[in-house]
C-alpha cells in the first residue's frame, strides 16, 4: 500500500491526471483533476447513493481502459490518526523508529495496522519534532482495495478522510490564520460520521472521527414527526415550512451532542497551552441542513463558516456548474484525495 498520509507537493506535476474516490456511508463522490505547471483544473466528477454500482460511478469520471489508478480514503474505528512528538531524527530514521513507538499511541496492536508517519514540525523545544502518525487496520484497507479493484480500477493511495480534508483546505487557504493566531477547526458532516481537524498555522494538531452525524440528525426529526427515516431524510434535506420548527427541534438535540464532542476536543487542544480554536470551517453534506451553522455557533460560542473547496481550481469547460456548486461541500474528500498526486 502507498503512503496512508496525503503531502501537499511544493510544486505541480506535468499535465497528470488523478482521481480522488470517497466512498461513503450514503453517498459515493468521484473527482477526476488534471494538474499543469501552474494550474489545477476539475475536469470531472459525480456523486451517487451509496446503492449505485461503485464501478458506474467511476466510469463517469474515468475510463477504466486508461490504466490510471484511484485514490480512495478511510474511515472510522478501524482508523486512527495521533500527534506525537519524537526525537528530533531524519525521515530514515522515523521509518525505523516508528513501529515501535506507535504502539504506545495507537489502540490496535502494530501487527493488524499499515502504518505510516509523517513529520509535521522538526524544531520544537528539547530536540523534539512533532510526528503525525497514522494507523488503519489491514481488514478495512484490503476491503476497500478488494472493492476498487473488483469493478476494474488499480488503487495507488490509500489515505484517512481527515488527512484529505486538511489537505485540500490548506491548498485553498494557505494563510488563513488570524492576526490574533488562533487556531482554526475543520468540521465535515457526512451521513454517520463526523470529520474534525484543528490546525494550528495550517499544521493538523488534532484529529478525530466522531459518529454523531447527519444520520443521527434525520433520526431526531424522525422520532418528533412520528416519520419513518427515509421521509425525515427528505424533509431534513428540504423542510416543510410548515414542519420548520419541530424539524429544527429534532435536529437541535442531536447537534447538541454533537456539540459537546466537539467542545470535549476544543477544551483537550486548548489544555496543552497552544492557542485557542477561533474559527470553524464547515463542510459535508450534512452541512447544508437549513440553520445548522447558526445552532453551532449558538452551542459553541464561535464563529462557523461555510467554505469553498473550489477557491483555487479552475473549472473545466464541460463541467456542469450549478450541479457542481449545490454538490461542493460534499466532494471535500475526494477533492483532497485527487490533490495528493498533484
Known amino acids: 500500500?502507498?503512503?496512508?498520509?496525503?503531502?501537499?507537493?511544493?510544486?505541480?506535476?506535468?499535465d497528470r491526471i488523478s482521481t480522488g474516490v470517497d466512498i461513503g456511508s450514503a453517498q459515493i463522490k468521484a473527482v477526476k483533476i488534471k494538474s499543469s505547471k501552474d494550474q489545477i483544473e476539475l475536469v470531472g466528477f459525480d456523486i451517487e447513493p451509496s446503492k449505485f454500482d461503485l464501478g458506474e460511478v467511476l466510469r463517469k469520471v474515468l475510463d477504466p481502459h486508461s490504466g490510471l489508478p484511484v485514490n480512495i480514503?478511510?474511515?472510522?474505528?478501524?482508523?486512527?490518526?495521533r500527534y506525537v512528538n519524537f526525537p528530533r531524527m531524519s525521515d530514515s530514521e522515523l521509518k525505523q523508529?516508528?513501529?515501535?513507538?506507535?504502539?504506545?499511541h495507537i489502540p490496535f496492536s502494530v501487527s493488524e495496522v499499515n502504518l505510516d508517519g509523517y513529520i509535521l514540525k522538526d524544531n520544537l523545544p528539547d530536540n523534539k519534532m512533532l510526528v503525525l502518525v497514522a494507523a488503519v487496520k489491514k481488514e478495512l484497507v484490503n476491503q476497500r482495495l478488494k472493492l476498487?479493484?473488483?469493478v476494474g480500477y488499480r488503487v495507488d493511495v490509500v489515505d484517512i478522510d481527515s488527512i484529505a480534508l486538511v489537505n485540500l483546505f490548506n491548498f485553498n487557504n494557505p494563510f488563513v490564520a488570524s492576526e490574533e493566531k488562533k487556531a482554526v477547526a475543520l468540521l465535515n458532516i457526512g451521513a454517520?460520521?463526523?470529520?474534525?481537524?484543528?490546525?494550528?498555522?495550517?499544521?493538523?494538531r488534532l484529529s478525530r472521527d466522531m459518529h454523531i452525524a447527519g444520520n443521527a440528525f434525520t433520526q431526531k426529526i424522525a422520532d418528533?414527526?412520528?416519520?419513518?427515516?427515509?421521509?425525515?431524510?427528505?424533509?431534513?434535506?428540504?423542510?416543510?415550512?410548515?414542519?420548520?420548527?419541530?424539524?429544527?427541534?429534532?435536529?437541535?438535540?442531536?447537534?447538541?451532542?454533537l456539540a459537546g464532542e466537539i467542545r470535549t476536543s476544543f477544551d483537550y487542544y486548548e489544555s496543552q497551552g497552544t492557542s485557542t480554536v477561533g474559527k470553524i470551517f464547515l463542510s459535508g453534506?450534512?452541512?447544508?441542513?437549513?440553520?445548522?451553522?447558526?445552532?453551532?455557533?449558538?452551542?459553541?460560542?464561535?464563529?462557523?463558516?461555510?467554505?469553498?473547496?473550489?477557491?483555487?481550481?479552475?473549472?473545466?469547460?464541460?463541467?456542469?456548474?450549478?450541479?457542481?456548486?449545490?454538490?461542493?461541500?460534499?466532494l471535500v474528500v475526494a477533492l483532497g484525495l485527487a490533490l495528493h498526486n498533484s
Open 224 to 257: 418528533i414527526l412520528s416519520i419513518e427515516f427515509a421521509e425525515a431524510e427528505k424533509l431534513k434535506i428540504n423542510p416543510d415550512p410548515d414542519k420548520l420548527n419541530k424539524i429544527k427541534a429534532g435536529a437541535e438535540s442531536a447537534l447538541a451532542n
Open 1 to 14: 500500500m502507498k503512503n496512508i498520509l496525503s503531502k501537499i507537493k511544493d510544486g505541480l506535476s506535468k
Open 285 to 330: 453534506g450534512s452541512a447544508k441542513f437549513t440553520g445548522l451553522k447558526d445552532m453551532l455557533e449558538h452551542f459553541l460560542n464561535i464563529e462557523v463558516e461555510e467554505w469553498d473547496p473550489l477557491r483555487q481550481l479552475k473549472i473545466g469547460s464541460n463541467i456542469d456548474l450549478p450541479k457542481l456548486k449545490a454538490v461542493q461541500g460534499e
Open 97 to 104: 523508529a516508528l513501529k515501535f513507538e506507535a504502539q504506545k
Open 192 to 204: 454517520s460520521t463526523a470529520n474534525l481537524n484543528i490546525l494550528d498555522e495550517g499544521i493538523p
Open 73 to 81: 480514503s478511510v474511515s472510522g474505528q478501524q482508523s486512527v490518526i
Open 148 to 150: 476498487v479493484e473488483g
